[in-house]
Structures are given as C-alpha cells and as structure tokens.
C-alpha cells in the first residue's frame, strides 16, 4: 500500500518515562534526569526509528516543601538537564533527527532565547526547534518579578515575544557574510539589521550577535490549545503538540487550527498537528493489559493523593474516598486553560471515580492511552491520521529506555509497511524532514515589497 501523505513522528521524552511511577519499573533508568549516556541511548533509538524529532518538556519550575512531603519523597521529576544544553551535547551524536526544546515567554528573555536557540541550530546543523510556552505555573518566586501574569497578559507577551525573537533571527541576511580574505572584508553591513523594537513588553535594539539560523527559524512549536493559544499557535507555529482523548476532539482540534491559516496568509500544510499518545505494548492484548496494571500498580498512595489535589486545588477531599465518584473540577484559574479542560472533559465524559481519575492522569496526563498490540497500536494512530485527526504524533513512552526501544522495533515497521511512515529521512534539517518551508528574511522580504511599490508608482 503507498501513501504519498507520510506521518510525523516525535518522541516526547520524560526522563524514567512518562508514567509518574514509571522510575521504579524494573526497566526504567532511575538516575536518568541526570544521566547523559540514557538520553545518548534515546536520541539514537529514536533516530534508529526514523523519528522526526525529540522533544523535552521543561519549565522553570522546581518542588517546594508543602504539605505532601511524603509524595515529594516519592517521586522523581525533581532535577533533570536544561534542555538546549541537552541537545546541543547529543546533536555531536547523531546526524538526522531533530531537538525540540520548551523555553518560556513569561520567564525568559527574548534576545538570549534567541541567541541560545540559533546557536542550537548551527551546532546541530539545522535540527533545532523551539516549543513556545507562557507557563501555567505559578514560579515566579524563582524570579524577580512581583506575581504570576494572568492568562490574557501571558498570552499578550507571548504574542510579541515570538514576533521580536524571529526578527532578532533575522538581524544578518542569509549572505551577509562575505569572509573574502583577499579583499579583506568580512561582513557587508547593509546587510545587518537592528530590530529597534519598542513594544508593549519590551524594548530590543538589536542587532543579534548569531547569523542567521540554518533553519531561516529554529521549527516554531506551540502547544496551547485556549483561544488564545489557538491564535498564537495559528499565526505563528508550525507544529503544534497537542492532548486529545476522543478522534471527535482531535477532528475538532485540527480543522479549527486548519481553518484559522488563512488569515494569516497561510496554507494546511503550514502547521502540523501532532496529538500525544501514551502506547502500552504487549505481543497480546492481555499482555499489554498486564503491563499496564502492572505500572499502574506502581503508585503510592500518597502520590495519587496527591495528584488529585493537584486537580482540586482549593478543595477538602478529605471526606472521599478514592472508590467515590470524582466531582467537578475547580474552573476558575488563571493556569493551564487547555489542560484544565481536557481533564474535566477526561471526568464527566466517563463518570469516573477519584481512583479511576488519578490513574487516567498518572499515564499520560490527559493526553491519549492505548493498550494493546503493535497492530493496534498502528490502527489507532491511522484512524486519526487518515480521519482529519493528526498529521503527526508525539510518542510518550510510559517507561524508558525500553518501551521507546519497543515502539522503534515494533511499532514503525507496520507503519512503513502500511505505506505510512518514511523509510528514510527526505532531508539533512528537521524543517525538510517536516516538509516545511524555510522562511524568507523579513527585513529581504520588506525591502523588496517597499522597491516593487517604487517601481509601480
């Protein structure tokens, strides 16, 4: 069977794994936060499979003590590596698949963000990408800054950021270095640039002190799926990682994001849409039943406790029992919208119980669960693509190295076999193996509009 259409693949990598026990699974690597040579094994399985990407979520955020200090005791996502720095170490390690790094509008800085992540690019030699977020968080004690923005101003930010740092990209054309030894010339200043940018949040003068991106721009990534994320996400990404349950949800996802382009001047295949999906293997159905219970089996109390105050901010559990139907959420925050919602829809939509509820999350966080066979596995994932549901995947691994390794061997053959799914990589920069454009250099594409005018005049 032939498919001209190819699925993207990313591998969205939680350091023992994505489930919240997945560090003490037999297979799981528990140092692996802090442990080059795991994630040296996990971009090149990755990159083994023919896999577009890996990606890692961060955030500024750490643990603080509070109230449920025996959960803290007992979970593992407190220290882990900044990730551009990540990625830069395992971009000398690899040669084709790209690096996805979430930075944040709300707590970084525009003009190093930039410089980090065009220098990502060249030492990688194009395969670098930038995962836009504003941070549902509340860290900013760790910053000097008087609050946490509400939602709207975070979004409001965001929305210049992403706008300041592409024209900060654009500081030096594609050819401004000339590096003529004879002539003894270097740079043609005409083609340098200072932003000179005085916004709302923020003044940069510019020029960047990085050329150019190989990339034009690192792979633009968005994952808010709010109203205002939606915008953000169709004006400016061009993948965006997203959690849907249901393929009514992700068909719901993907034609308001296709539909929203045109606006902005571009096209459906623009933006990919890439939902998550947590894969639970077994060469059987009971198999990978049995592997998933087993996992499951792995959280302490205290920690599904504390899930659901997580969830319930604000609220006295303490007259529930895990086996009592889960109530409403709290729907007023100024958080994380887009997964506030999806959780609440995760709930009413099946009636179900606290413990039924903390175990939903404690795999995937609200994004998709399948157990079952590889064929499964891949029937699942085609439903959505070949339904107006994904363009791309994101593959979380409920414990790792080894269900990445096992997707790798079990899952990708069926999906080339199917037509499906490259059986090599198209090209050397992760925007080609996307299929996406290289951007023009906007202050190129000004200069060239403002002389065609003349022209007419």
């Known amino acids: 069977m032939s498919n001209t259409r190819k699925m993207r693949l990313g591998?969205?990598?939680?350091?023992t794994g994505h489930h919240v026990a997945?560090?003490?699974?037999?297979?799981?690597?528990?140092?692996?936060?802090?442990?080059?040579?795991?994630?040296?094994?996990l971009a090149q399985t990755a990159e083994r499979g023919l896999f577009d990407l890996v990606f890692v979520a961060d955030s500024p955020a750490g643990w603080e003590r509070g109230k449920d200090v025996e959960a803290i005791r007992r979970q593992s996502t407190g220290a882990h590596f900044e990730p551009v720095t990540l990625w830069a170490a395992l971009s000398q390690v690899t040669q084709h698949i790209g690096f996805v790094s979430t930075a944040s509008t709300t707590y970084e800085d525009p003009y190093l963000l930039a410089r980090r992540f065009a220098s990502l690019d060249y030492i990688s030699k194009?395969?670098?990408?930038?995962?836009?977020?504003?941070?549902?968080?509340?860290?900013?004690?760790?910053?000097?800054?008087?609050?946490?923005?509400?939602?709207?101003?975070?979004?409001?930010?965001?929305?210049?950021?992403?706008?300041?740092?592409?024209g900060l990209w654009d500081s030096y054309e594609d050819d401004a270095?000339?590096?003529?030894?004879?002539?003894?010339?270097?740079?043609?200043?005409?083609?340098?640039?200072?932003?000179?940018?005085?916004?709302?949040?923020?003044?940069?003068?510019?020029?960047?002190?990085?050329?150019?991106?190989?990339?034009g721009y690192p792979v633009i990534v968005q994952a808010g799926a709010s109203e205002a994320g939606r915008e953000l996400a169709a004006r400016t990404a061009e993948m965006i990682f997203t959690a849907n349950q249901t393929l009514e949800d992700a068909q719901e996802f993907y034609g308001d994001i296709k539909s929203r382009l045109g606006r902005y001047g571009r096209e459906a295949g623009d933006v990919l849409v890439a939902p998550g999906i947590f894969p639970v293997l077994g060469g059987t159905e009971k198999e990978a039943q049995d592997n998933y219970d087993y996992i499951q089996s792995l959280v302490h109390p205290s920690v599904a406790w504390n899930i659901l105050k997580r969830h319930y901010q604000g609220m006295d559990l303490s007259g529930y029992s895990l086996d009592d139907i889960a109530p409403p959420l709290p729907q007023s925050t100024e958080l994380n919208k887009s997964r506030l919602k999806l959780v609440s829809d995760l709930v009413s939509r099946n009636d179900l119980t606290l413990r039924q509820f903390y175990l939903a999350v404690a795999t995937a966080r609200g994004h998709r669960t399948v157990v079952g066979t590889p064929e499964q596995v891949a029937d699942a994932?085609?439903?959505?693509?070949?339904?107006?549901?994904?363009?791309?995947?994101?593959?979380?691994?409920p414990v790792l190295p080894t269900a990445l390794t096992d997707f790798v061997d079990q899952v990708v053959p069926i999906l080339q076999k199917r037509g499906l799914f490259r059986t090599e990589y198209e090209g050397r920069t992760l925007r080609e193996n996307l299929g996406l454009k290289r951007p023009g250099n906007s202050f190129v594409e000004r200069n060239r509009a403002d002389a065609e005018r003349e022209a007419t005049a």
């Open 126 to 166: 194009g395969r670098a990408g930038w995962n836009v977020v504003t941070t549902g968080s509340d860290v900013s004690k760790n910053f000097s800054i008087p609050g946490h923005p509400a939602h709207a101003d975070r979004y409001a930010r965001a929305e210049e950021f992403v706008d300041l740092v592409k």
């Open 22 to 41: 997945a560090w003490r699974h037999p297979d799981s690597q528990a140092d692996a936060g802090l442990n080059i040579d795991h994630y040296r094994e």
């Open 11 to 15: 591998a969205f990598i939680m350091a």
């Open 177 to 215: 270095f000339i590096r003529d030894k004879e002539s003894g010339i270097y740079v043609d200043p005409d083609k340098v640039h200072q932003l000179n940018h005085k916004g709302a949040h923020f003044t940069v003068a510019g020029p960047l002190n990085v050329g150019r991106p190989i990339q």
């Open 381 to 397: 994932m085609q439903l959505w693509f070949d339904n107006g549901g994904a363009d791309a995947f994101n593959i979380m691994p």
